[in-house]
């Protein structure tokens, strides 16, 4: 049974200022669609929605063609860069706006979470607020008390509750208005953006009851988040914007992998890690870089992955000894690991003359965490000659690692691996 | 060999050879839809049912308009009276002692009172309703409910603000009533709550009117500021209607739909005033379409005025 399908939506928006132009559009709008009979003027044109790009018209399609189904008891991510349609296709569901074309048709109570605390008022207490964010939510006053210690508990702002809004901090608020609608039991719950605020300790609270609303409960969540772990964690299956338009759907770790590559592939300042080489000897000539089998400068790992493959090709007049050293850097500078076996094991490979290819294939520690690193390659031996230096050529996205139903560590919080227990 | 068999009992897929008789407890279901989102929706189709399930949610809004007016401040509701009180004094001091205008021989505190009482119920419904899309703009953008909701509570909360102010009336009137003054009221007193639906509906029809228009051009808020201020004059709360001359003038000024409310509660309290049925009845009507016309236009606005507002 469906809880939600998207027919054909697509939603059209008119970029610059409000004013200049608008009465004329609607004028001519009015008089196609009414006078003359026909469609719209202004929905053939339109541009997709690509930011970075200057496009033709001052329409722009926020979403296009949007077509996907959500079976009920589904968790699904929506996931996608800034501006590839995320939230306008939230704001269509829980029908803030409406769309310019096609039909989205629900079964059930649709809550939404579009930012938590919504129409909390500053002067009115905790207790007060609750009853309003309650009711906006389309909660009656009777649900409501019948649900008050429990929504109270869950915040955790007890103490707090009969004072004003406008004295709690940021996090409390986002405390209450979560605990609210967590306890409004809607059939359909959307939720954006919500856990980027908050505490470890309430992120957990809130994934946990999240997870429970999913399994337990039977019921549908749509959740859109930047967290890739979040979304794996929460979801089964996963839908990927880009532009404007679905992009891949699928279940929720090849939609984020899809994701990530994608992202990868489209990384704004792209260049060859060849380009990176700022030292080589003249009789060397370094052809081509691979690690992590991309030839670029930006690349990920996502959780699972235990080996980084490093590819080195090239030719020259002169034979070499040397090794394959790999510094693992924080985006600081900071250094956190090398590869460099000719170092602490003396394994150090001769090269003659001619067209080489080294490989290397380097075990990944088991819990790496989430965090943006950079690689710096050299080949050098060990103290006298140092034949090809390139400092930075790759930025890796590690996407952190854990075992199933944990948590990664953060690197700038906790350092960049996990220790395991010795027995 | 035999588990295999059963699994693929189990998950036959749909096909036409052997229709609906799978095991699958999901097949069989019908699918039904309980909301359909479309681009567009009957410019007649006004969810009314769905107003009243909000009901709870239009308490809360009433109480918060109220609560929330005066917080921080040290004479807290007693500025519903201040500004009735200094209005009056300063209605006495221009048009009664500097203008000398009529006041039908009634005493002038008490004729400016009626008059005022009424616009300010009026106006306040109208200037708290036009902003509802500006001033809203956060939560609508956020959470959907019945936008009419908003709108409705403040012409009820702004019904305890008239309801003190209507004390303040009283009391005068009792102390000039026990000093003989030439007042007395009669049957037409009855129709007091007549008169205020139509206030509230005229206040809530023209500010939801006007909130609707300025979500995209913001002009007609800056219009119709004025125009309120001006309209306040061809309304007959200085002044009785007895002193304008028979001709266009007062035609116009009886083409006011105020007109006819102001004149029949003064003359429903005062015993002096123009009171006709006709004339009530014109202003019934010009509530009644312009509030249905004014809906339709709010309706039609709520679904897409976060893309323009």
Redesign the interface.
């Known amino acids: 049974m469906k809880a939600i399908e998207f027919n054909h939506v697509g939603k059209q928006y008119r970029l610059g200022v409000v004013s200049t132009g608008t009465f004329s559009h609607d004028l001519n709008r009015w008089w196609t669609m009414n006078v003359l009979g026909k469609e719209d003027p202004y929905l053939k044109i339109g541009d997709t929605n690509v930011r970075s790009t200057k496009g033709e018209s001052d329409f722009v399609w926020a979403l296009k063609d949007i077509n996907f189904s959500v079976e009920q008891g589904d968790v699904v991510g929506i996931i996608g860069k800034n501006g590839a349609g995320k939230s306008t296709l939230l704001k269509l569901l829980s029908r803030v706006t409406s769309p310019t074309v096609g039909e989205i048709n629900v079964c059930g109570r649709i809550a939404s979470l579009l930012e938590v605390g919504t129409g909390f008022h500053p002067e009115m207490t905790g207790r007060e607020n609750i009853y309003m964010n309650g009711a906006i939510m389309g909660m009656t006053k009777a649900e409501i008390t019948r649900k008050l210690d429990e929504i109270i508990d869950f915040s955790g702002c007890e103490r707090y509750i009969d004072t004003p809004v406008k004295r709690y901090s940021s996090g409390m608020k986002v405390r209450l208005g979560f605990a609210v609608a967590a306890h409004m039991e809607p059939e359909i719950l959307v939720v954006d953006e919500v856990l980027a605020v908050g505490d470890a300790e309430f992120q957990k609270k809130a994934i946990g009851k999240m997870q429970d609303v999913s399994k337990g409960e039977g019921r549908t969540v749509l959740f859109v988040s930047h967290n890739m772990a979040a979304v794996r964690s929460l979801c089964h299956k996963g839908v990927v914007l880009r532009d404007g338009m679905t992009d891949f759907i699928g279940t929720v770790d090849d939609a984020v992998n899809h994701y990530l590559e994608s992202s990868a592939a489209q990384a704004e300042e792209q260049k060859l890690m060849t380009e990176y080489i700022q030292k080589c000897k003249s009789f060397l000539k370094i052809s081509e870089i691979q690690i992590n089998n991309t030839p670029y400068n930006f690349t990920s790992l996502t959780q699972g992955q235990d080996v980084l493959d490093v590819l080195i090709k090239g030719t020259t007049t002169e034979p070499m000894r040397c090794q394959v050293k790999i510094v693992i850097r924080k985006k600081d500078n900071t250094a956190l690991a090398s590869f460099a076996e000719g170092r602490y094991k003396a394994q150090l490979v001769t090269i003659e003359p001619g067209e080489f290819t080294i490989e290397r294939h380097v075990a990944l520690p088991r819990y790496m965490a989430d965090g943006d690193y950079t690689l710096d390659l050299v080949l050098n031996d060990t103290g006298v000659q140092c034949y090809m230096i390139a400092w930075g050529c790759q930025n890796l996205h590690v996407e952190g690692f854990y075992d199933q139903y944990a948590h990664s560590l953060r690197l700038e919080k906790e350092g960049f691996i996990g220790l395991e227990s010795a027995y | 060999m035999s588990e295999c068999a059963e699994f693929n009992k189990i998950f036959v897929p749909l096909s036409p050879k052997n229709g609906f008789l799978v095991s699958s407890r ?1 097949y069989m ?1 019908q ?10 929706e009957r410019l007649w189709h006004i969810d009314l049912g769905e107003i009243w ?2 009901r ?2 239009i ?2 809004f009433v109480r ?1 308009n109220i ?2 007016q005066y ?2 401040t040290i004479l807290g509701p007693l500025w519903y009276l201040i500004q009735p009180i200094l209005t009056v004094i300063m209605n006495m001091v221009v048009f009664g002692n500097i203008a000398k205008m009529s006041t039908d021989g009634m005493p002038q505190a008490l004729f400016y009172m009626a008059g005022n009482i009424c616009w300010f119920y009026f106006s306040d419904c109208l200037n708290q309703s036009s902003s509802t899309f500006t001033t809203n703009q ?8 019945p936008r009419l909701v908003v709108p409705i509570a403040v012409v009820i909360s702004n019904l305890l603000r008239f309801a003190i102010q209507a004390g303040l009336f009283v009391a005068l009137y009792l102390y000039f009533f026990v000093n003989g003054a030439p007042i007395a009221p009669n049957w037409a007193i009855l129709l007091t709550p007549v008169f205020i639906v139509i206030l509230a509906g005229l206040g809530l029809g023209l500010g939801i009117l006007i909130s609707s228009l300025t979500t ?2 913001r002009d007609f808020s800056i219009l119709f500021t004025f125009i309120v201020h001006l309209w306040m004059y061809a309304t007959p709360i200085v002044y009785p209607i007895s002193m304008v001359e028979e001709g266009t003038l007062r035609t116009l000024i009886m083409a006011n739909p105020m007109t006819s409310i102001i004149e029949a509660f003064k003359y429903a309290t005062l015993g002096q005033g123009y009171f006709s049925w006709l004339a009530l009845g014109y202003s019934f009507l010009f509530m009644s379409v312009l509030l249905l016309f004014s809906v339709v236009i709010f309706n039609k606005v709520q ?2 005025f ?3 507002v």
């Open positions: 999901n279901q699918q039904v839809w309980t909301m359909k989102i479309r681009p567009h399930r909000y709870d949610l308490e809360l918060r609560v929330v917080k921080q956060n939560m609508f953008g956020k959470v959907y409910f995209k051009y679904r897409n976060m893309d323009t």
